[in-house]
């Protein structure tokens, strides 16, 4: 599975800072009613079009108004309603909590965001002499990978000097849990309760996802197979993974959601919130850097987008189970938060909605027209230039024409979605287990490449690449059993190694293999454990991964 950090990136709307809304009374607005009806009929529409199995959507404005809004189901085989005590487990949105009760210590004296973690936490692995500050953790731009455990075998690595690129990564959120539990003297759940919570009357949210409370919980769910996902597969029942570390360890409902919205939107206008001072709670909130997504920044666990002269504090939220997003414009102080039982790995998360019902009330409460709904799928640019036939040494298959493309192969036909840039995937079985990457040569498609495969489109003059039988000997099917990593596939082809389709994986030393297209990737990958010089053992980023070839 390994949950790809562009669901976290993708959709960030360009930025576009202007004028701004007055904030002005949202209970007496004549357009109320008419925003959530629109706001209502999207959400029905996501649930509809992305097939979810339910999803609670909660909105609030700064005088006080807030609602809930639920679709679907709890738990969709027994046909289980959402109630106002059923939890969903929040994810990466739990990173700002965090964030804010550092912040909340820096108010006490207890640290400053420039100490580093070294000096604080010296028990965690990091490499001698490093220089990451906490602020750096609170960015993403410490150097660390993005999910290794904080204490791996051998201790963390970093790729590059603090602050020279930006890399989202749980595993420092996850160090900075540990220092908040340190510096608190008790456990992270605890002190979130404490901090944030109960100031806040946020009286049915938990700090820690535990299997005890297993029962309050919406039903997650998750592709009914281990492959890449795609819109139309079938869905199950997901596994329970109980989360206590400070990446994601808050559960809620859309209604407590709304009162920590409205305390963020306080922080952001300068009036104090989130436990901060109004000085503090600005900083907080307007501390950013520059992100990898085009026109996002982030900061402090807050992700900053803009779109049509609004500027937006967001986040979204991914875990095994549950797919997340909040938007709260900073100008009119309004905030909506939504969450599905729908698992990370579909790289699904609401945060049209979020963005769009956030849009509706602001408008409505100045007097103007509900704005138009986002579309919820864009139409493919130049679809034709993937139409045509491919073939390789594996077999062949036809791109048609279509919106979704169709791809066509061994009489059967199914849809060819775009999923990210050139990457596409498709319900078709005989092209279920990866997927597919189209690759130019100039301005036209040339060829597709499918996991160890290569095909290329009728027409071009593009060569199949040579593979290199020794390398060849490392690639295999590898599985851990932790439903948060899962499936590994580390294939050949052309020559080099990739982990699925798209993920080149490049030799940097001996057995030791940079992951991702960036040349300063920290994901890294290596094996071990040989039987006829194949590796029994892959190592990801930490996680070993055993072969489980078939």
Known sequence: MLISRRAFTGGALSAALGSQLAVPSFAQSPKLAGALSAIRAYGQAHLDHFRLPGMTLGVTTPDGFSTVMNFGYANADARTPITPDTLFQVGSISKLMNAAVLHQFVGEGRLKL????????????????????????????????????????????????????????????????????????????RVVEERIFLPLGMSRSRGAIIGADRTRYAQGYEAADELPFALGVPLAPAAWVDVTFGAGNVASTADDMTRLLRSLANAAQGRGGMGLSPELGKAYTSHAVPSDAKGMSYGNGLMHVGHAGRSYLHHTGGMVSFSSSFHVDIASGVGAFAS???????????????????????????????????????????????????????????????????????????PLMQWDGEVFRTTHPAFREFSLLFEHQGNAVSAASWGPATYLRAGSTAQLPKSDPQLAKLAGRFVNDSPWIGLAEVVERGGRLWLGTEAPMTPTGQNLWRVGDESWSPERGSFADFIDGRPQTFIFSGEKFARHDV
């Open 114 to 189: 420039t100490d580093r973690i070294s000096s604080l936490l010296p028990s965690i692995p990091l490499p001698q002499g490093n220089t990451i500050e906490i602020q750096h953790l609170l960015d993403h731009v410490a150097g660390l990978p993005g999910d290794a455990p904080a204490f791996p075998d051998g201790g963390l690595w970093t790729a590059y000097a603090p602050g020279a690129h930006w890399h989202y990564s749980n595993t420092g959120y996850d160090i900075l849990g540990k220092l908040i539990a340190h510096l608190a003297g008790k456990p992270l759940d």
């Open 340 to 414: 599905s039982p729908i698992s990370a790995f579909a790289e699904y998360r609401p945060r049209l909605l979020t963005q769009f019902a956030v849009d509706a009330l602001t408008n409505a409460a100045a007097g103007r027209a509900v704005p138009q709904a986002y579309p919820l799928t864009t139409p493919l640019a130049d679809a034709a230039a993937y139409v045509g036939n491919y073939a390789g040494p594996a077999g062949s298959f036809e791109v048609r024409a279509g919106n979704p493309l169709t791809i066509v192969a061994n009489g059967q036909s199914a």
